[in-house]
């Protein structure tokens, strides 16, 4: 009969969201001078493409607001942000040779983030998304294969792997936290399986809460409903030494009412691991923690904000 063990949960990321407004006109400039940079270095980007048709969405926006037409749409606000978010993605690895397949598979793929249509390009997307999470609170993190991505611990702890996995239905999970544990297996080193949670929340919506801290709370109640649903394949995989347990990421664009502007988007990152894990896997847990939070969420987060006024 299965057991269940008392687990560790750790909020690892509670509050992501930049002091700095980007206008449309920003917003505009940002991907137009990503989609040239990816283009030069060789990858197509036509605007007939998935990516192409995404990225003009912001300048569809600002040409909107700058003819003060009442064509805006929120939708048409959460592709320019998803643009965005590609194209801050993809720029901070255009220069690493070990980014040239993420980035194909992304030039490749449908990137429509509001959808929830399965592509390797958003599984693609995920692996940078932690890449960048992971560097901006100062982890020296680098994309690696296999597994997705490796940093090195400090001390003696060496080498320690993320196996990036982007859940697109509750029936996959078992299937692909087994293929992360056998990724950090052929790696030879330990690690953690790296779920990204985005596409089990509902299509096209917007997620309304009054603050700021509220809106983080909800998505770190759907990442900790995520982890109790499959607790046991979780447990068993790290009790049997397979891995040292597995990181939980949400995001969602949100409308905040107490916030100016009004329309962000929220990030929500959790470590969970058994309490009766090896101490081994406690102590590298633990200092993947440290490393993490020693710079703190609010003085690391990335511009997301769109200004209602250009």
């Keep these: 009969m299965a057991t269940e063990a008392s687990s560790s949960l750790v909020r690892l990321h509670e509050l992501e969201r930049s002091d700095r407004v980007q206008t449309y006109a920003e917003l505009r400039a940002k991907v137009e001078h990503m989609k040239a940079a990816i283009e030069q270095k060789g990858f197509n980007c036509r605007p007939n493409s998935a990516l192409g048709s995404l990225f003009r969405r912001a300048q569809v926006l600002d040409e909107q607001w700058q003819a003060q037409t009442d064509a805006q749409d929120i939708l048409t606000l959460m592709q320019a942000d998803d643009a965005v978010r590609i194209a801050q993605a993809v720029e901070?690895?255009?220069?690493?040779?070990?980014?040239?397949?993420?980035?194909?598979?992304?030039?490749?793929?449908?990137?429509?983030?509001?959808?929830?249509?399965?592509?390797?390009?958003?599984?693609?997307?995920?692996?940078?998304?932690l890449l960048a999470f992971l560097r901006r609170h100062g982890v020296p993190a680098r994309l690696h294969e296999p597994p997705d991505l490796v940093i090195t611990l400090p001390g003696m702890l060496g080498d320690y792997g993320f196996a990036c996995k982007k859940v697109y239905g509750e029936d996959s999970v078992a299937s692909q936290l087994r293929k992360g544990c056998k990724q950090l297996r052929a790696m030879g080193s330990p690690g953690v399986v790296a779920f990204n949670l985005d596409d089990l929340t509902p299509a096209r919506s917007l997620l309304v809460q009054p603050t700021r801290q509220a809106a983080n709370d909800h998505l770190h109640a759907l990442n900790l409903s995520f982890m109790r649903r499959h607790q046991q394949d979780f447990q068993d995989a790290v009790l049997a030494g397979k891995c040292d347990g597995v990181l939980l990421s949400t995001t969602a664009q949100a409308d905040i009412e107490g916030m100016s502007p009004r329309f962000n988007r929220v990030t929500e990152v959790t470590m969970w691991t058994v309490d009766s894990a090896s101490p081994g896997a406690h102590i590298r847990i633990a200092a993947l923690r440290r490393l993490i939070e020693a710079v703190p969420s609010e003085q690391c987060s990335t511009p997301t904000l769109l200004e209602l006024r250009p």
Excluded: C, N, Y
Aim: aromatic share 2%.
């Design 92 to 129: 901070a690895v255009l220069d690493d040779p070990q980014a040239a397949e993420p980035i194909r598979r992304i030039t490749k793929s449908d990137m429509h983030l509001t959808t929830r249509q399965p592509s390797q390009g958003k599984d693609a997307l995920w692996e940078l998304d």
